[in-house]
Structures are given as C-alpha cells and as structure tokens.
C-alpha cells in the first residue's frame, strides 16, 4: 500500500502570519541586545566616568544620564508591546484568537515605528556619550589626537 503524503497548504494567511512571527522574534532579540548595550552606557557613565570627570562636565553627563535612565524605560515598554504581539500573532497561529491579519500587520507597522524612533534615538544619546568619552579621556590625556 503506498501513501501519499502531500505537503500542507500555506495560504497567503500563513505567510503573513509567518513573516510577522520571524520578524517579530528578531525585534525582541534587538531590543534584549539594545538593552545589553545601554547598561554597558550606564555602567560608563556611573563606574568610568566619575575617574575622569571634571566639574565642567558634570553637568553634561548627568543629563546623559538621565536620557539614558528615560530610554531605558522606553525600551522595556516596546519590550512589553513586542512581547504582547507576539502572543497575538502565536494566538491567530494556534486558532485561539480571532484577530485578524490586517489588526495584526497595523500592530506589527506600529511596533516597527516604535522601534525605528527608539533606536534613532538611542544612536543620539550614543553619539553623546562617545563625544564627551573623547573630550574625558583627551582632557585626561589618555589618548592622543
């Protein structure tokens, strides 16, 4: 007796769906790295900087702190709605939603802004601290130009 085993169907529905699932999986791995990334900044900024500081950039950094500290908090909020989409879109894939692919796409575009507005901002901050690491470490003549 042979059996004829045919592969499943994968509708345009599934392909949506599995697109959202992939690039979904691939925000919340950036956003873990980005939030790696900004307590490497945090850590520079409470443990190496005070070493080097001198009164004139207090200041500066203290700010630069306090974005970072606001950023941070950003993040895990996107954290949060990345995490919440993903449910959705694993609960359309085992059937036990009815939310459909357009709700899915328009929370999908959404997340996709939030993380493209985080991550411009956060390369802001970064240049920031970058630029005031350069002005310590040459005020501290730890390095040369």
Do not use: C
């Not at 004139?56 to 990345?82: A, G, P, S, W």
């Amino acid at each position: 007796m042979e059996t004829n085993l045919h592969s499943p169907v994968v509708t345009e529905h599934d392909d949506v769906l599995i697109n959202l699932y992939t690039l979904n999986k691939q925000w919340i791995s950036e956003i873990n790295f980005l939030g790696d990334e900004m307590k490497f900044m945090n850590d520079l900024l409470e443990k190496f900087f005070p070493n080097f500081i001198n009164q004139e950039h207090i200041n500066r950094i203290q700010l630069i702190k306090m974005q970072l500290d606001t950023l941070n908090i950003v993040r895990k909020n996107i954290k949060t709605d990345i995490l919440r989409h993903q449910e959705n879109i694993e609960d359309v894939i085992n059937q036990s939603s009815a939310k459909s692919d357009a709700f899915l796409q328009l929370e999908d575009e959404r997340m996709d802004e939030e993380l493209r507005d985080f991550n411009k901002s956060f390369k802001q901050l970064k240049k920031e601290i970058f630029d005031i690491t350069r002005v310590l470490l040459h005020s501290n003549k730890i390095i040369q130009n």
